[in-house]
């Protein structure tokens, strides 16, 4: 025999037992078992790579997490060399070949004969010992490319001719199809599994109604709902004796709806057992249809709802025992708002004293006319509260009371604040403005700190208060008003007008009806009781329970002469809530004057005392955060006024 013939007998007996291996394959991966895919594949890739002296053969599929990437699932490398990452991408490592994969058509690849712009794939191949390969594309059907079969050559140059591309091409389809299998299996399992799961947490039974025959089938649990032996023959008339007999028409006419129309079929029904408390069944049905597409049968699942249906009755009864109370309620809750209206005249006023009841009984008197009133008492007294008070409390209560704080408004603004102004009454007056007494028209306008009006308004605002009118700023037409006017001063205006700072007509004119805020060391008995609402207020809002104040802490409170009055125990009481983190109040005392050593008249020197205090310990910084003002309870023009009044200035240095 010459070379030639023996070289053709060797390559004959060399595709013969290939294509003996292939047929062995295939035969294998019928009906196998989707447990034995991964195994199968492996082995598969092995022998044939044994079979044509392949060094490696790699599977990639499609990755579940990114669907355009293709991750590494099977492979089988006799010869080693470097470690395989437990995950790899082809996106990371192959991207010059998994774009041609998605062609679809087989790809064969020279390490060295890789184009340019495969780089990477030329340097992982590289890595790895890849000389040469074939890529299959792995697709289900014609459908997309879900994956690639690889085999690789890595210790010489391989050639691929034709007839062995279309054989591995055939190995390619069966794995395919093997994985497709068992993923479709895998799937079934999960399904199955989640409907078993279902069915056993919801405690349901199942059944299934031929209407032709009346014939009914159920499984035990169904049974067990209806009250039916297990091995009583069962059709669908002897299943209306175990149901209430009022519910047997809903029964009949939601079978005979579903039969008739294809629709499902819901309905409740009570069944009783005759051993047995009464039960509910929530039953859901489905027509299926037979060969001849006519209903053949009603196949449903019932489940026993009786403790939903015990709990509805349970919550309307609730409900209507709420409603009740709710109704009573709100009898209640209105009296009681007209007997603390009519006690104390209004809600957020605190106290008990005989001082702030006289207050008030004030404010009850004066609240329903239009009557100017004048408020005067000391910073932070809470004569803005008696204003709401008085407004809530009058006819005009329908529409918000308008606050002007005069002392916060700069002299060169206050005017077009309260009556208005004219585009281009001066210079950057670029809109016209509406005015704070137009805006209260048919209302109340509060003016706090009425004593720091510039002398040439007063003559304006008392025509206001005599007439209702006045003029826009840069306006020659008069505006009519029908506004009640609540002013508040916490300086002597009587001293003004004396001392030529303050109109004596528009001091008569608005001290009509005056109410003297008491200050809090005259009102002592109820700093428990601001204390507590105060320290409700913002616990509530910071999300803290405060359950007791020690009685050290609140003898300290009675005893301090409060020169800023409720504002400065209000900020007191705030900055011990921040810093209190048990459910016992801890209030961080400032430095207090001593009480108790001074002698009827010398309030003022405390008070005088108190603020040269705080302003060396501020280091004399009256505005901000932790300033003085803050510290001492004040707006800072009220501060400056009482340097003013008292005679306090900065020491020089």
């Not at 007056?429 to 306008?445: H, L, M, P, W, Y």
């Not at 509530?540 to 504002?567: C, F, V, Y």
């Not at 001593?594 to 005088?608: D, F, K, M, Y």
């Not at 003013?644 to 900065?650: A, L």
Request: some cysteine; hydrophobic content about 40%; charged content about 25%.
């Amino acid at each position: 025999m010459t070379q030639s013939e023996a070289d053709r007998q060797k390559d004959l007996e060399e595709r013969l037992a290939f294509e003996t291996l292939l047929a062995d394959l295939s035969s294998r991966f019928v009906n196998l078992p989707a447990e034995q895919v991964d195994r199968a594949v492996e082995d598969a890739q092995r022998r044939i790579c044994e079979c044509l002296g392949l060094d490696l053969s790699v599977l990639w599929q499609r990755s579940t997490e990114d669907p355009d990437n293709f991750t590494l699932t099977h492979y089988y490398r006799p010869l080693g060399g470097p470690p395989v990452p437990e995950q790899m991408d082809a996106r990371e490592t192959f991207p010059w070949a998994l774009r041609e994969v998605q062609r679809g058509v087989p790809i064969v690849m020279v390490t060295e004969d890789l184009p340019p712009e495969a780089a990477r794939d030329q340097e992982v191949r590289r890595h790895f010992g890849v000389k040469s390969s074939l890529v299959v594309p792995l697709s289900a059907g014609g459908g997309p490319i879900v994956g690639a079969l690889t085999f690789d050559a890595m210790r010489t140059g391989r050639a691929w001719p034709e007839p062995l591309v279309t054989r591995l091409t055939l190995v390619a389809q069966v794995f395919t199809n093997a994985l497709a299998r068992k993923s479709a299996d895998r799937a079934l399992r999960a399904s199955e599994a989640r409907l078993s799961l279902a069915a056993a947490s919801a405690d349901a039974g199942l059944w299934s109604l031929e209407p032709s025959s009346g014939h009914l089938w159920a499984t035990d649990k169904a049974r067990e709902l209806f009250h039916i032996p297990p091995d009583e023959p069962l059709t669908f008339e002897r299943f209306l004796t175990f149901v209430r007999l009022e519910d047997h028409a809903p029964v009949r006419q939601g079978v005979q709806h579903a039969v008739e129309t294809g629709q499902v079929v819901r309905v409740e029904y009570r069944t009783q057992p005759p051993d047995g408390d009464l039960r509910w069944i929530a039953s859901w049905g489905q027509v299926h249809a037979g060969a001849s597409g006519e209903p053949d049968r009603l196949m449903g699942v019932s489940i026993d709802i009786t403790d939903r249906k015990n709990a509805e009755e349970h919550l309307r009864q609730t409900l209507a025992e709420v409603q009740q109370l709710r109704d009573q309620l709100q009898h209640q809750n209105r009296y009681l708002q007209e007997q603390v209206k009519g006690a104390s005249g209004y809600d957020a006023i605190v106290g008990e004293s005989p001082l702030i009841r006289r207050v008030l009984a004030r404010v009850r008197q004066v609240a329903p006319t239009d009557t100017v009133v004048l408020i005067t008492g000391e910073t932070g007294t809470g004569k803005e509260l008696l204003a709401h008070a008085i407004h809530d409390l009058s006819r005009r209560r329908q529409k918000p009371l308008v606050t002007v704080n005069c002392a916060a408004l700069p002299p060169t603004l206050i005017e077009s604040e309260l009556f208005g102004r004219e585009k281009g009454a001066y210079t950057g007056a670029t809109t016209r403005q509406v005015g704070r007494f137009e805006v209260a028209d048919g209302s109340t306008i509060f003016l706090d700190e009425v004593g720091d009006l510039p002398l040439e308004l007063q003559a304006k605002l008392l025509r206001v208060l005599e007439q209702g009118q006045f003029e826009r700023l840069g306006s020659t037409r008069t505006q009519v008003v029908n506004v009640r006017i609540l002013a508040a001063a916490n300086r002597d205006l009587h001293d003004m007008m004396q001392a030529g700072t303050f109109r004596a007509d528009l001091f008569y004119r608005l001290n009509v009806f005056p109410i003297d805020v008491p200050p809090l060391r005259d009102r002592r008995e109820d700093i428990p009781l601001l204390v507590w609402e105060f320290v409700r207020q913002f616990a509530r809002k910071m999300g803290k329970a405060i359950e007791s104040i020690p009685p050290e802490a609140m003898d300290r409170l009675n005893q301090h002469t409060w020169p800023g009055n409720i504002r400065e125990l209000r900020n007191l009481i705030e900055r011990a809530l921040i810093v209190s983190d048990t459910r016992v109040l801890q209030i961080e005392f400032p430095s207090f004057p001593p009480v108790g050593l001074a002698t009827p008249g010398s309030l003022e020197e405390i008070e005088r005392l108190h603020i040269r205090q705080i302003l060396d310990r501020t280091g004399w910084r009256i505005s901000g955060k932790n300033g003085a003002a803050e510290q001492l309870g004040l707006i800072p023009t009220t501060l400056h006024s009482k340097l003013k009044r008292f005679g306090i200035s900065r020491p020089h240095k």
